[in-house]
């Protein structure tokens, strides 16, 4: 579990809050259950390296403010517009009974054991979040499919994954699909219609013809065209008489 220390903050103007972020920190409050709402701050540095944490959001973190610890979990990250960095944060404090609706990954293991996977199918995430209900004490941290034995054509769906009975999905009423494991695509080349195949054959005959009859030669003892016309008579001047 994530441990994260907190200060309280006492600011009441915005210049007040501008110079808790100029100071390297991120202001937060902390809400729910019975108790009132506690305004903290939280060291960005130390924050952020949670924040970059796969699955930060769906994480139950342990608070340390005053000297206590409550349990609380990250609600929403405000980030500045122009630098994308952290400037708020939300914590929903953790009461025991009382149930959130909470996104939770999806994890695949075992992708190397899965026959399917390794004759070239391909896993099709459909979900990889699954929003679920569930009391807040018993968050899980993530859902698991196991890939082992795992042929093409199968499918994974919301009820061929074990859960807490106070843990259920919010969307009710179908057996949604997770994932898939398809077979692979292939692109085949389209087929050219027949009159085009037809029309380059001609092309092709009527190329090859010509090449042919460039190539023929005269020969020997045939005369060419031209070749059996007589020279012009010399006509003989007549005696002057």
């Given amino acids: 579990m994530i441990s994260l220390n907190a200060t309280v903050r006492d600011n009441k103007t915005?210049?007040?809050?501008?110079a808790i972020?100029?100071?390297?920190?991120?202001?937060g409050i902390i809400y729910g259950g019975k108790d009132d709402n506690e305004k903290i701050s939280i060291s960005k540095k130390i924050l952020k390296s949670f924040i970059e944490k796969e699955n930060f959001l769906s994480n139950i973190i342990t608070l340390s403010l005053n000297g206590k610890n409550q349990n609380v979990l990250p609600r929403e990250v405000i980030y500045d517009v122009i630098t994308d960095e952290p400037i708020h944060i939300d914590f929903l404090r953790i009461v025991p009974g009382v149930?959130?609706?909470?996104?939770?990954?999806?994890?695949f293991i075992n992708h190397e054991k899965s026959p399917g996977l390794k004759r070239g199918g391909v896993l099709n995430i459909v979900?990889?979040?699954v929003e679920l209900k569930c009391p807040s004490e018993k968050i899980p941290e993530k859902l698991?499919?196991?890939?082992?034995?795992?042929?093409?054509g199968e499918s994974f769906k919301i009820s061929s994954i074990k859960l807490?009975?106070?843990?259920?999905?919010?969307?009710?009423?179908?057996?949604?699909?997770?994932?898939?494991?398809?077979?692979?695509t292939v692109i085949k080349e389209p087929?050219?219609?027949?009159?085009e195949e037809a029309a380059e054959g001609e092309a092709a005959e009527g190329a090859e013809a010509s090449a042919t009859d460039g190539d023929k030669t005269t020969p020997e003892g045939e005369k060419k065209d031209g070749d059996d016309k007589k020279p012009p008579e010399k006509k003989t001047a007549?005696?002057?008489?």
């Avoid at 915005?14 to 501008?18: R, Y």
């Avoid at 149930?99 to 994890?107: D, G, S």
């Avoid at 698991?144 to 093409?152: A, E, H, M, Y």
């Fill in 164 to 184: 807490d009975s106070e843990v259920v999905p919010t969307i009710q009423g179908r057996d949604f699909v997770i994932a898939t494991l398809a077979a692979p």
């Fill in 21 to 27: 972020r100029n100071s390297g920190n991120v202001p």
């Fill in 127 to 129: 979900r990889r979040k």
């Fill in 99 to 107: 149930k959130i609706r909470i996104e939770v990954p999806v994890e």
């Fill in 191 to 195: 087929e050219k219609p027949a009159e």
């Fill in 144 to 152: 698991t499919i196991n890939l082992d034995g795992v042929d093409i």
């Fill in 238 to 241: 007549e005696p002057k008489k």
């Fill in 14 to 18: 915005k210049g007040q809050l501008s």
